[in-house]
């Protein structure tokens, strides 16, 4: 009789089964598209590494990756979804054979081709966990995987054939994760305003 009693309490202080999926254990609570708890709308793929790859970016480059003060031919367009439209990287105007430099000390995580086009990706030191990672396309590496890079430092040179854009460029990308963000931003404000060289004149003799 007494247990008869204790079950019967039980299921009348337990929470209906619709409550129970609504703040059980993370269908959509805090991770959806939606933020209220109990939105049913399970997250994309990569959306809650997304939003922790919103924080500042560190303008610890040191150089353009090719140039001086290349032109940028389209910037970074990021995409309203995971996996929608959008431009996750600036093209920076290089013709074929310029050199590509890595713009802050890292580690080459990879370099080699992919889907025919030679892609070279740094790890940048002291960027978290997971690092920011800086990537370059098309271009042929002349660094090995696992290779220690500092700023500056060649790390390949353009491709002829593998570009997306309508003149010859190099595809400069930026990641946290699996995250896009601007690589314009790895740029402190020094580089981007940097104009392109000229020479001055000697000894007040004008150049012609």
Do not use: N
Request: proline share 12%; with cysteine; aromatic share 4%.
């Amino acid at each position: 009789m007494v247990l008869v009693v204790a079950l019967t309490v039980a299921a009348l202080l337990a929470p209906p089964a619709s409550r129970l999926f609504a703040v059980g254990v993370g269908v959509g609570a805090g991770s959806g598209r939606g933020e209220g708890v109990g939105d049913p709308t399970p997250a994309p793929v990569g959306a809650s590494r997304l939003r922790a790859a919103d924080g500042p970016v560190p303008a610890i480059a040191r150089t353009w990756p090719v140039g001086v003060r290349p032109r940028v031919l389209r910037g970074w367009e990021p995409p309203a979804t995971v996996y929608g439209p959008g431009h996750r990287g600036v093209d920076l105007a290089a013709p074929p054979g310029t050199p590509v430099r890595a713009v802050a000390d890292g580690r080459v995580s990879f370099a080699g081709r992919v889907a025919g086009k030679g892609v070279v990706s740094v790890e940048l030191t002291g960027t978290g966990d997971p690092p920011l990672r800086t990537t370059y396309e098309p271009v042929r590496a002349s660094v090995p995987r696992g290779a220690e890079v500092e700023a500056g430092e060649v790390i390949g040179t353009v491709e002829a054939g593998g570009s997306h854009c309508t003149a010859p460029c190099v595809h400069w990308g930026l990641l946290r994760g699996d995250a896009y963000l601007d690589p314009l931003s790895l740029l402190p404000t020094w580089l981007l305003q940097q104009g392109p060289s000229r020479l001055l004149p000697v000894l007040g003799v004008p150049l012609p």
